[in-house]
């Protein structure tokens, strides 16, 4: 089986778009599954936080420094980016516009927990991250969308909440009692093994969301086209801020790695939801788009921190000798 996750582990950048593309091809046979996401993600939540325990997660709130500059990036830097961006790139369309600002301001994605504990970052961090961005987000989001484009809409907080309390909180909370029940011995023991299936698991959710998607991506043009470029500039640069300002503050590599996923996903889910139900369909666009990049994305991102990484380990070395 660890043979199998170091296989995995360097395939991955080609797993998600890959997975993407089966998803919107096979899309009449797979949306009828789009129901098994959440328990997918619920069992790879679990998986991931068997590494980590509640000492840990209380080490974090005591030093709360990365979860504000996460917060910071979410909510102000990206957001603002984006409305600039959007500016630029389509002055006077303001449903597109808006789309892609509405595609910066939802909470951090969830998915972004799974590639944390993939790449050994800060697992307490990113839930902690996941949990407080996700609990703000009713007051959050609209407050955001009124500043930058004047529209107030609602979320469904119950919904949302149940949501988050499935697919992550529950899970997270079992895997961390079973951790410290065993003093880490079941990490050891069931973690290792595991890990391969989270990473197929991965593949599979990505898939069933290319299923979903599938719709909106049917009539391609010019617009789309520049919709797309642009989305994924944006989402992109997500990436590379949250990167440099976790170097520039000078955090550890763990940190590093989780503000580099929490800054640059998205909960584009919730995304389309709103996105569809309190706007024109054209507003829905964008941040459905980014939903074709995201995992690929993250993908390639945690490639170049793990060489990085590495590389960083290697120069220690070299000088050490």
């Known amino acids: 089986m660890q043979k199998l996750n170091k296989q995995l582990e360097k395939i991955m950048p080609f797993i998600t778009p890959v997975s993407v593309v089966l998803g919107v091809l096979l899309s009449t046979y797979l949306k009828d599954f789009s129901y098994l996401i959440p328990w997918i993600f619920a069992f790879m939540t679990f998986a991931g936080s068997l590494s980590s325990n509640f000492k840990s997660l209380k080490e974090v709130?005591?030093?709360?420094?990365?979860?504000?500059?996460?917060?910071?990036?979410?909510?102000?830097?990206?957001?603002?980016?984006?409305?600039?961006?959007?500016?630029?790139a389509f002055s006077g369309d303001a449903y597109t516009i808006t789309g892609l600002i509405l595609g910066m301001v939802i909470p951090t994605g969830v998915t972004s927990f799974i590639w944390v504990s993939i790449y050994k970052g800060n697992i307490p961090l990113v839930l902690a991250v996941i949990l407080i961005d996700t609990l703000l987000s009713p007051i959050l989001v609209p407050l955001s969308l009124s500043l930058f484009v004047g529209q107030r809409v609602e979320l469904d907080f119950i919904s949302m909440m149940k949501g988050l309390l499935g697919m992550i909180v529950i899970p997270s909370l079992i895997g961390m009692l079973l951790n410290q029940a065993t003093k880490g011995k079941i990490n050891e023991q069931v973690g290792s093994r595991l890990a391969p299936i989270?990473?197929?698991?991965?593949?599979?959710?990505?898939?069933?969301?290319?299923?979903?998607v599938a719709p909106y991506l049917k009539h391609i043009n010019l617009k789309l086209v520049g919709i797309a470029l642009t989305?994924?500039?944006?989402a992109l640069t997500g990436y590379l801020f949250s990167f440099l300002l976790g170097r520039l503050m000078k955090r550890d590599r763990d940190t590093v790695i989780t503000l580099t996923f929490s800054g640059g996903m998205r909960n584009i889910s919730a995304g389309a939801v709103l996105a569809v139900s309190f706007f024109p369909a054209a507003v829905a666009v964008p941040v459905v788009v980014g939903m074709?990049?995201?995992q690929?994305?993250?993908?390639?991102?945690?490639?170049?921190?793990?060489r990085f990484y590495h590389k960083k380990v290697h120069e220690q070395e070299s000088v050490a000798l």
């Open 231 to 234: 989305v994924f500039l944006i």
């Open 292 to 294: 074709l990049f995201q």
């Open 61 to 88: 709130m005591i030093h709360p420094f990365p979860i504000l500059l996460a917060m910071m990036i979410l909510h102000v830097l990206m957001p603002l980016w984006a409305w600039g961006v959007g500016h630029i």
């Open 296 to 306: 690929i994305l993250a993908s390639t991102n945690g490639y170049f921190l793990d």
């Open 198 to 212: 989270s990473k197929i698991c991965i593949g599979i959710v990505v898939m069933l969301n290319g299923s979903v």
